[in-house]
């Protein structure tokens, strides 16, 4: 009778593929090397390709193996997410997770939400790290990392967006009553800011004029490489400064900053956690990152 199953032989091909070895993919399953090359010919007479170009030492994908299996390797991490987002909310989740995330944002925000979480479950430690340099998770060795701003191009990660944020531009009382307040994006000239580094804060600003997004350079005449300390900056009277608005929100209620140039810091930022592309996600991991989403959904990344 022929297989009707569609995933039938797609697990064993896709730990083949990745181990470069019907050997050792027997190995890692727990079958035999003969059992592997028996599934895979099944797979191949049933799709009427060939998938791997076969030698003594090693097996290689054909054009048509590699297509296949960015295919397979998607639909299982999928259906291994699903699984394990229904099984986490039930389990003790334990283990150790480690999270980068924005200096200030991560404090006043995140670190109170992540107590929540980890509450339920005393046997999840945490590893935590403050900085508002972009990183790559896979090369810093960490589990989950939250970010603000556009996304740079890695097919080894995977994004969720979460939330978005307002921009806002603002200054301390003292420095517009002593330099002005600027009313166009021409004004910037005549004006100090407070901007981010290289490996910190952006140093351009986001802006919409004329209904057209686009990057500016404002005045740099302060650069900080930390977000928390450019927006004290701010406060402090040494220029212009845009942050997101849970940044400044505080200090904008206790008169500390004034907001200006409303009309054009108009575009949110958006916030996005990211974790390495990997066959199986952590259920430690997924679950974070859910609770993260449904707290947003409330408002509480706002």
Known sequence: MADLDPFAGVSIFVAAARAGSFTQAADQLGITKSAVGKSIARLEARLGVKLFHRTTRMNRLTV?????HAACAAALEEIT???A????????LTGRLRIDMPVAFGRSVLLPLLLEIVRPHPGLRLTLSFTDETIDPLLENVDLAIRFGDLKDSSHLIARHLASQARVICAAPSYLTEQGIPQTLEDLR?????????KGPPVSWVVREDGIVRRIAPPTSHQLNDGEAMVAAAAGGLGLCQAPISMVRDLIARGALKTVLETYSTVPVEIHALWPRQAHLSPRVRHVVDQFAAFAAQGRLD
Not at 64 to 68: K, L, S, V
Not at 85 to 92: D, E, G, H, I, K
Not at 190 to 197: K, Q
């Open 64 to 68: 048509d193996g590699e297509a296949f």
């Open 81 to 83: 997410g699903a699984e």
């Open 85 to 92: 987002a229904l099984t986490s909310a039930r389990q003790t």
């Open 190 to 198: 005549d004006h100090r800011g407070v901007v981010g580094a290289a």
